[in-house]
């Protein structure tokens, strides 16, 4: 299975745009972690699963989801109501209630993925607004298989950074 991960994007409809219609038929499923400053019935989110971030002002939004893939089990939110800038604990007690095996988030406008338990924690950074010690407008893909986690992340150009590319053991 092939997911395309994105985050706060901050009312750049365009970008998301841009992203679905390059990645639509090359993925299985499109994740939104929140902060897209987009109204809900936007017709860009057909068959996207978004969630909604603290800059979100459309309550019809979903705090959290959870998909099941067939290949994975996936626990999508912003994290601002998990603590995700304080560490993963909260989120990690979230996902391990839904039986997650990968939870996705955003909030922080840092990249990172990691793999406890078996299960895969990641943020794919700000398409947007980047902050931390990678100033780079981010998104990821995830490829999952039955033995492992593959993680690529691509900048705005939809080039992907060599030095951002990750294999987990499931």
């Given at each position: 299975?092939?997911?395309?991960?994105?985050?706060?994007?901050h009312?750049?409809?365009?970008?998301?745009?841009?992203?679905?219609?390059?990645?639509?038929?090359?993925?299985?499923?499109?994740?939104?972690?929140?902060?897209?400053?987009?109204?809900?019935?936007?017709?860009?989110?057909?068959?996207?699963?978004?969630?909604?971030?603290?800059?979100?002002?459309?309550?019809?939004?979903?705090?959290?989801?959870?998909?099941?893939?067939?290949?994975?089990?996936?626990?999508?939110?912003?994290?601002?109501?998990?603590?995700?800038?304080?560490?993963?604990?909260?989120l990690?007690?979230?996902?391990?209630?839904?039986?997650?095996?990968?939870?996705?988030?955003?909030?922080?406008?840092?990249?990172?993925?990691?793999?406890?338990?078996?299960?895969?924690?990641?943020?794919?950074?700000?398409?947007?607004?980047?902050?931390?010690?990678?100033?780079?407008?981010?998104?990821?893909?995830?490829?999952?298989?039955?033995?492992?986690?593959?993680?690529?992340?691509?900048?705005?150009?939809?080039?992907p950074?060599?030095?951002?590319?990750?294999?987990?053991?499931?």
């Open positions: 299975m092939k997911y395309l991960v994105v985050s706060d994007n009312g750049d409809r365009q970008i998301l745009v841009d992203l679905f219609n390059r990645y639509k038929e090359q993925v299985d499923y499109i994740f939104h972690c929140g902060d897209s400053e987009l109204a809900s019935d936007d017709p860009l989110w057909e068959g996207v699963y978004v969630v909604t971030g603290n800059t979100d002002s459309d309550s019809r939004y979903e705090v959290s989801q959870v998909v099941d893939t067939g290949e994975d089990v996936v626990y999508l939110t912003h994290g601002h109501l998990s603590g995700v800038k304080m560490g993963l604990t909260q990690d007690m979230q996902a391990q209630e839904d039986k997650a095996t990968i939870a996705l988030f955003g909030h922080t406008h840092q990249l990172g993925c990691e793999v406890n338990k078996g299960r895969l924690f990641l943020n794919p950074g700000s398409i947007l607004q980047p902050r931390g010690t990678i100033p780079i407008k981010t998104y990821a893909i995830i490829e999952s298989t039955e033995t492992s986690f593959q993680v690529q992340y691509y900048d705005r150009n939809f080039d950074i060599e030095s951002l590319a990750f294999t987990f053991n499931k």
